[in-house]
């Protein structure tokens, strides 16, 4: 038995081994365990708290969620205001700003200043008070006097801790920061919320604020919320740093996030060249900012300067170009797209938005118009972030004059006047499926309908698919008008004479164009894959059928439920791959292309990774037996051994399949009595066994990965000499590495040429391995790629 001691002592181990590897995780972003090593420390402790509830305290991992809900916010008096910022919107007004400080500090013009950069988090400004290094209060910012007390709600988000580390905190310690919602929590957030039919939010700053100011804190641990620390407060019993700049470093080794865009730099120009730097990658970043912040980074200069009676001498937040405005919808007009989807598009009164004059907004599809409750003639607010289609975000029906009219889908196509219908979803759950209308009408007329024709060539003939040079939308357009092209396989048939017909086309453009063609008969199969222009696949997509499957006559005879053993291929689309290549006119253009000669270039294997890589359990949760789970199918397939040893089975052996649950149980026999299922799940475990995936075949698996960067995540900057970085990033694909936009500690190796910036300094301030454009050369010859 253990002794009190020994079970408090095992209490506060857990304890610390969780606050330290919730602080790898959500604040360093470098985890050190799996998640399942991690759920399962969570839930000793409780275990242990539950069976010794006397050891329970409100600084344990397992408190930050359970608090009941609150009746009502108390108010916070600020003991130091929580004070705004003065905005700069030009240049000139930070160049006045850095002139005011150097005067106010008596220093020349031309002295340099240091000053703390950070992006300016667009979210809800909190203030956290610390005693003894534990959280004691959490509000809001209020009107910067009085705010609300928050407390329950701040303990569940994860970027906050409950304790903080080491122990040279100040006896009482504010930390001011903001809360925000990043990009993808919101985008999954409000998709929940269309889900349970409920109201979604506008953007991630109005669903942080709801989310923050929920009665019940078991709705705000749900929420995708994280905080970023960016000042103190109060400090007592206690001395930080004479910076800004090493007081965030020093919160963030307490336990606090911090920006890892934040920089320290010298005077306006160094300011200046920061703002432009994350302007540039503002819409890449996974959250939304709206400027940059500067603050004085000498604590001294700080008091010195002081304040005015809302905001500090010393910061200012230097705002980015509105991206919001107000304006009227004119009309609504429908495109139609490459897979025939019909898009309604807001025709608008000019606002000039983000930078630019907008008139157009996109409108996403007709569920999209009634959730907005969208009518031509609304005055409605427009959205516009960088290089993103400008969209309705919300409408003001109070600005209504009756003059409105409602909107609605035409009955034909606007482009071919073929039918337009509403596409059909079909929903899995519980070994049962439910047909559902779906939010995208689309134009029947396929090939024959020249927008569709038009877009599918573009595509068809575009860098990443086939990449024949010099087939422009101008001269698309061209070819299709004339009737010279029907279909892909048509622009294999065209001779030199055709292109001197066209506008712009004279002998040595019409041969260079006719070279450019026949030179792309063949191409590597994830590239034809792509051109093909198959419904929701993408080029990644395109690349793991390819890789994976290794040729073309396997994946057009894959079976939805084969395919999702695919990385990263659920079952919507995998029937959206069944659909295009069990239908007849797409095989048809397919076999067309064939016949002129046009052939991928394929393996023909099936990666090892695949081969024997499922299991008859695997099968058995794939196949959607309702009440199997992952250990009732285990369960299962131990006891019967095959698929056809379940498929005969009767009710006395399920009832020997020791304990299988009695509802998995006759809802199995629900499903043994329907032969359109068990006819199913035979194909499926037939084409397993063909492709060479089926558990049997485990002893042809190859021992060893073909892909050596497998799992692997490299990064491209500056300029490529010997090949594009597109080039660049297909060899590193082709051997297994995912290629990103940023660089993390996760980052295996940035190759960076000439004129490499950001992405390089960060690359050497985290110290991830770069490499120049010679040595990437050599490692690709080292696996048999030549450049």
């Known amino acids: 038995m253990c002794s009190a001691v020994s079970i408090e002592q095992d209490v506060q181990q857990l304890r610390d081994q969780l606050n330290h590897h919730n602080y790898r995780y959500y604040v360093l972003d470098d985890p050190e365990l799996p998640d399942a090593e991690y759920d399962r420390l969570f839930q000793r402790l409780k275990q242990l708290e539950a069976e010794h509830p006397e050891l329970v305290t409100p600084t344990s991992p397992t408190q930050r969620v359970g608090a009941r809900p609150a009746s009502g916010f108390t108010e916070v008096q600020h003991e130091l205001p929580m004070l705004s910022l003065d905005n700069a919107f030009e240049a000139q007004d930070l160049r006045d700003f850095v002139r005011r400080v150097q005067e106010r500090l008596g220093l020349s013009s031309d002295a340099d200043i240091a000053f703390a950069c ?17 959280l004691v209060r959490a509000a809001t910012r209020g009107d910067g006097t009085t705010g609300e007390d928050i407390t329950q709600n701040v303990r569940t988000l994860r970027t906050v801790p409950l304790q903080l580390n080491d122990g040279d905190w100040p006896r009482r310690l504010e930390v001011r920061g903001e809360i925000y919602m990043p990009r993808a929590g919101f985008e999954a957030l409000n998709a929940r919320q269309r889900e349970r039919d409920e109201k979604t939010f506008v953007n991630p700053r109005n669903a942080a604020a709801g989310s923050l100011r929920q009665l019940d804190p078991r709705i705000t641990a749900d929420r995708p919320l994280e905080m970023c620390s960016y ?23 307490w336990g606090f996030r911090i920006n890892p865009e934040m920089r320290l730099v010298q005077g306006v120009e160094g300011c200046l060249e920061y703002y432009e730097d994350l302007a540039a990658r503002r819409d890449s970043l996974a959250y939304d900012i709206d400027g940059i912040v500067f603050k004085v980074d000498d604590r001294a200069q700080q008091q010195q300067l002081g304040f005015v009676s809302r905001a500090p001498r010393w910061a200012i937040a230097h705002k980015f170009p509105a991206q919001e405005e107000m304006t009227r919808v004119r009309a609504v007009e429908f495109q139609v797209g490459r897979t025939g989807a019909v898009t309604p598009v807001a025709r608008l009164e000019p606002v000039f938005v983000g930078g630019v004059t907008v008139s157009n907004a996109t409108l996403h599809n007709m569920d999209e118009i009634a959730r907005l409750g969208l009518k ?20 003001l029906p109070e600005r209504r004059d009756g ?67 010099g087939l422009g939308d101008k001269n698309v ?81 894959a079976l939805p439920l084969v395919l999702t053993w695919l990385p990263d291929i659920g079952l919507e689309v995998a029937h959206e791959i069944r659909n295009f290549f069990t239908d007849a006119h797409n095989r048809q253009v397919i076999d067309e292309l064939t016949d002129l000669g046009v052939k991928p270039e394929q393996s023909g294997e099936l990666s090892p990774a695949l081969r024997g890589s499922t299991t008859l359990a695997e099968l058995l949760v794939k196949l959607n037996i309702p009440y199997v789970a992952k250990t009732g199918a285990e369960l299962l397939a131990g006891h ?27 809802a199995l026999l629900g499903q043994l009595e329907d032969e359109d299922w068990c006819r199913e799940a035979r194909a499926v475990e037939k084409q397993l066994l063909e492709f060479g995936m089926h558990w049997s075949c485990q002893s042809e698996a190859a021992g060893e990965s073909s892909q050596p960067l497998a799992d692997q995540t490299w990064v491209l900057t500056g300029t490529l000499e010997r090949m594009t970085r597109d080039e660049a990033k297909e060899q590193l694909l082709s051997l297994g590495a995912k290629v990103s936009g940023s660089v993390s500690k996760k980052t295996e190796c940035v190759v960076a040429g000439p004129g490499a910036g950001s992405k390089l300094a960060k690359a050497e301030s985290l110290g991830v391995r770069v490499i120049d454009e010679g040595e990437f050369i050599d490692l690709l010859q080292q696996y048999g790629i030549s450049s």
């Open 118 to 134: 950070e992006p300016k988090l667009d979210g809800i400004a909190v203030s956290l008070l610390y005693e003894d290094g534990v």
């Open 231 to 253: 000042s103190t407060g109060i400090v007592e019993g206690g001395e930080l740093p004479a910076s800004h700049y090493e007081t965030l470093e020093l919160l963030h080794r």
């Open 376 to 395: 031509v003639g609304d005055s409605v607010v427009v959205r516009r972030a960088g290089d993103v289609i400008p969209q309705v975000v919300r409408v």
């Open 403 to 469: 003059s409105e009219t409602e909107v609605g889908i035409p009955a034909s196509c606007p482009v071919c006047g073929s039918d337009i219908e509403r596409t059909q979803l079909i929903k899995r759950g519980k070994g049962k499926e439910a047909v559902s209308q779906g939010s995208i009408y689309r134009c029947v007329g396929r090939l024959a309908c020249q927008a569709q024709l038009k877009q599918a060539i573009i595509h068809f003939v575009s860098r990443r698919a086939m990449d024949i040079e």
């Open 477 to 557: 357009d061209q070819l299709v008008e004339c009737g010279l092209v029907r279909s892909p396989a048509d622009l294999y048939r065209l001779k030199i004479a055709d292109f001197r017909g066209l506008e712009g086309f004279a002998e040595l453009s019409s041969s260079n164009l006719y070279k450019a063609i026949q030179a792309r008969r063949e191409v590597p199969l994830a590239r034809f894959i792509y051109a093909l222009g198959i419904p929701e696949v993408g080029d990644g997509t395109a690349r793991a059928l390819a890789q994976q499957l290794g040729s073309l006559e396997r994946i057009a005879r």
């Open 640 to 666: 019967f051994g095959s698929l056809d040893a379940l498929l005969e089975a009767d009710e006395e052996q399920l009832q020997s399949v020791a304990k299988l649950s009695k509802r998995a149980r006759e």
